[in-house]
């Protein structure tokens, strides 16, 4: 008998009429001779209204009282799913992150797992019930409600397969699986069959959201392959797992897209020893995240410093900067939004050369200007104009030759 994680993303929770479709599906995958673990998502939306509702109370909400608030849209679709299992004949029993047995670290609205008990999940298995965990949560060892980051469902299920020693990790979403390029974006886009765990994470944290980066970070970390592929489909989907010969021959395997990211650029720094260190030490004591930095050739005795960071987190970052700038005598702080990124990945970067070259060149036939690169072994990434970045995504896709 075989051990299967099965989550199914906010989209395939969206309606009671989904809800029985996938209580369908786990039933269906427990007959077939399998114990099945169940992890939901909140109904598609429900997160985000109720992070809206919370606004509409307080400008500054406490993330202990957000975590509580964010928690019980999880909490909802597993008691329907586990009700929806029942009514069709089944047995089926929800469980919070709580009652799951995921043990987090305090850190309210990103918590990070610390352990899982997967003992009572594992005795009701035994006693033939589909189980079915609300997703995206935990609890402190002191019984206190976490959850953890957005798209944090995928990182249930990827340490629940991995506690459980589980045969299968199946993530069920509304695509048929990690496209080269975000379909939505690319309709030319096409499934990708087999990726490798390390080209997953740069995906997903460049921006293709369709698996949580954290998640992959995760299954990276303790061998967790996973399956992606479509709720409501039975085609094969995408195969994440430790890298394979053979896999390098492929060059680029996927592009990615970040939008709604800000350029900040403080002039005149000092060119000594001690500034960087000042400016950026400020930023991650404030718990910001920021992303490419690149400091100018110096001149004359100073130098400019520009990062990109997500709009979100350039208006949590408030006036700190120009406190910095004063403290340290550099210039001024310009800020910019409209600002977007896009990421070319693949394995195969590490021993082919020419990639930067055309994905430059393929920019420049559009007369799209690059204002910043970063780069890692298996990533070349840009910033770019927003409003330039569907044209950047369509051109660099078909450069690759990722349509064919
Ligand atoms: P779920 O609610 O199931 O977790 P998400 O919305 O988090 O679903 O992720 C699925 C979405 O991810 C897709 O609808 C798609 O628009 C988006 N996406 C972004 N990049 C990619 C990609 N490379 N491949 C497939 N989907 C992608
Ligand atoms: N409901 C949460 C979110 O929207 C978690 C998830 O869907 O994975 O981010
Ligand atoms: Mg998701």
Do not use: W
């Amino acid at each position: 008998m075989s051990l299967i994680v099965q989550k199914y993303g906010g989209t395939s929770m969206g309606d009671p009429q989904r809800i029985k479709v996938v209580a369908e599906r786990l039933l269906q995958t427990q007959r077939q001779g399998n114990s099945v673990v169940g992890v939901v998502s909140a109904m598609s939306g429900v997160t985000d209204s109720l992070l809206r509702l919370a606004k509409e109370v307080s400008s500054k909400p406490l993330e202990r009282e957000l975590d509580m608030l964010l928690a019980t849209g999880e909490q909802t679709t597993s008691a329907l799913t586990a009700m929806a299992i029942e009514a069709l004949g089944g047995r089926a029993i929800s469980m919070t992150g709580a009652q799951a047995g995921i043990v987090t670290n305090t850190f309210y609205t990103k918590a990070k797992i610390n352990r899982i008990f997967p003992q009572q999940i594992l005795s009701f298995l035994h006693e033939g019930f589909i189980v079915i965990v609300a997703g995206f949560q935990g609890e402190t060892s002191e019984g206190e409600i976490t959850t953890l980051g957005r798209g944090g469902s995928d990182l249930t299920a990827i340490a629940l397969a991995s506690a459980l020693q589980a045969h299968e990790c199946q993530i069920f979403t509304d695509v048929d699986g990690v496209f080269t390029c975000d379909p939505r974006l690319v309709p030319q886009a096409k499934k990708i069959d087999l990726l490798a765990y390390e080209e997953m994470l740069e995906m997903a944290s460049s921006g293709s959201k369709v698996m949580q980066s954290r998640a992959v970070e995760f299954a990276k970390k303790f061998n967790v392959p996973f399956e992606v592929g479509h709720s409501f489909k039975t085609i094969p989907g995408t195969r994440v797992q430790e890298e394979s010969p053979g896999m390098e021959q492929v060059v680029v395997r996927g592009i990615s897209v970040e939008r709604n990211q800000a350029k900040v650029t403080i002039t005149n720094v000092p060119d000594h020893p001690g500034y960087a260190a000042s400016i950026f030490s400020a930023i991650a004591e404030a718990h910001l995240i920021i992303d490419v930095i690149v400091q100018d050739v110096s001149a004359y005795g100073t130098t400019n410093i520009s990062f990109t960071l997500s709009n979100e987190e350039l208006d949590k970052m408030g006036d700190l900067l120009e406190q910095i700038v004063q403290s340290i005598g550099a210039g001024e702080v310009r800020k910019e939004s409209g600002i977007a990124k896009l990421s070319v990945v693949g394995i195969g970067m590490r021993t082919h050369s020419g990639v930067a070259a055309k994905l430059f060149e393929c920019l420049a036939q559009g007369g799209i200007n690059i204002q910043m690169i970063s780069t890692s072994e298996i990533k070349i990434a840009v910033i770019i104009d927003e409003k330039n970045i569907q044209q950047a995504a369509e051109l660099t896709h078909q450069a690759f030759g990722l349509d064919q």
